[in-house]
């Protein structure tokens, strides 16, 4: 079992940038494939990223592909996600997750272990 946190989202203008940090404990993460997922009020969550255990394999979301990047450090169990080129688009509240289903899955029920999510909001 992980447990699973994540910081690092708040107000960011259009075209800038942040980095979110996902932070494990209880299992090393070098277990698992991990992802982040994204949720906006009255939407689905909806996959952003996915990356392997070795950080050696990633997948995008079309929406994300060459603006955002997700990456590991096995030995600080932390999963990031840089995200550039902001859009207000990409407001939402921001998870990570653990994938329980099989490599390149987009979908949420193939992933578990769900932070408590941080917030992203991008302004135009």
């Known amino acids: 079992q992980v447990q699973l946190v994540e910081s690092g989202g708040g107000l960011v203008q259009a075209g800038g940038s942040l980095r979110l940090s996902c932070a494990a404990s209880?299992?090393?993460?070098?277990?698992?494939?991990m992802g982040w997922f994204r949720q906006a009020p009255g939407k689905e969550r909806e996959f952003v990223a996915a990356?392997?255990?070795?950080?050696?394999?990633?997948y995008y979301a079309d929406s994300v592909k060459g603006r955002f990047t997700i990456s590991r450090d096995n030995a600080k169990n932390t999963v990031y996600l840089q995200m550039n080129s902001l859009k207000p688009e990409d407001t939402a509240v921001y998870y990570c997750?653990?994938?329980?289903?099989?490599?390149?899955?987009?979908?949420?029920?193939?992933?578990?272990?769900w932070g408590q999510g941080t917030q992203v909001t991008v302004s135009s």
């Open positions: 990356t392997s255990r070795w950080g050696g394999g990633t």
């Open positions: 997750a653990r994938l329980v289903g099989e490599w390149g899955t987009r979908r949420l029920t193939d992933y578990a272990y």
């Open positions: 209880g299992r090393t993460i070098s277990m698992y494939d």
